[in-house]
């Protein structure tokens, strides 16, 4: 848990699953509370980072290869941190964050064939001790995701550099984030994301809940034990 009254919130999950949706509904909710909230997404979500976010979306880094692209994604993510995460928490927000390291797992290190020893490396570097406490990861057949992704942009929107991969790269990010939520149970909450959306709503609240609860006192003494 991070020290100070701050707490970090990641959503995870292919695309579509509704991570930007849920994402406001959780901000609006929070910020009702009377909650100092701060919404972001990776890449980007910083000047530097937003700058490094066109070139990876639009395909430009992807001829020059997978680890050209995760070190672009961990100079943005560090970017990220420490000019607008960081500072954050330590004002004692709740920042919610679309997309975080877990995407770099996946995406880079699973279906990007990455060394995994690589990406520990740029994630350890990157990230800098700014683990979420929580990250809730969005599950959903990949196709469902991609159909509602598609519906969303319109029939004629172009897919970015991700989306437009074959569906069997997208169902092994599923299974990925669903191994990687389960191998690390304490930080990580799988949610059915195929129900209707106040359903899954209400599931995102009861994790967040869980930890907006935990004291700093105790969350110090489980940093400790760790
Ligand atoms: N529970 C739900 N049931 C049905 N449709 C949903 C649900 N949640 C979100 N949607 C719709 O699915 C589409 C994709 O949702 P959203 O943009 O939130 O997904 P995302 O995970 O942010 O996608 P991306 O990875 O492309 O950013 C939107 O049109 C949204 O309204
Ligand atoms: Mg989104």
Redesign the pocket.
Do not use: H, P
């Given at each position: 848990m991070n020290s100070s009254k701050g707490r970090f919130i990641t959503?995870e999950?292919?695309?579509?699953?509704?991570?930007?949706?849920?994402?406001h509904r959780l901000a609006k909710v929070l910020r009702r509370r009377g909650l100092d909230v701060l919404v972001t997404r990776e890449p980007g979500g910083s000047q530097g980072a937003e700058a490094v976010r066109n070139v990876l979306l639009s395909g430009a880094a992807e001829e020059f290869g997978v680890r050209m692209e995760a070190l672009l994604f961990a100079a943005a993510r560090s970017d990220h941190i420490e000019e607008v995460i960081r500072p954050a928490i330590e004002e004692g927000a709740i920042v919610l964050c679309?997309?975080f390291m877990d995407s770099s797992r996946v995406y880079q290190g699973v279906t990007g064939n990455l060394e995994p020893q690589f990406v520990n490396h740029l994630e350890r570097i990157a990230v800098n001790g700014m683990t979420p406490d929580l990250t809730l990861v969005?599950d959903l057949p990949a196709e469902t995701?991609l159909k509602?992704?598609k519906?969303?942009e319109g029939k004629n929107a172009a897919p970015d550099r991700f989306?437009k991969e074959e569906l069997a790269t997208h169902e092994k990010r599923r299974e990925a984030f669903v191994d990687l939520t389960r191998s690390e149970p304490d930080r990580c909450k799988l949610i059915n994301?195929?129900?209707?959306?106040d359903?899954?709503a209400l599931a995102i609240l009861n994790a967040v809940e869980d930890i907006l609860d935990e004291s700093v006192p105790q969350a110090a003494a489980q940093d400790g034990k760790a």
């Open positions: 959503f999950g292919g695309e579509g699953v509704g991570k930007s949706t849920q994402i679309d997309r969005l995701g509602r992704a519906l969303r989306e994301a195929g129900q209707a959306e359903v899954v």
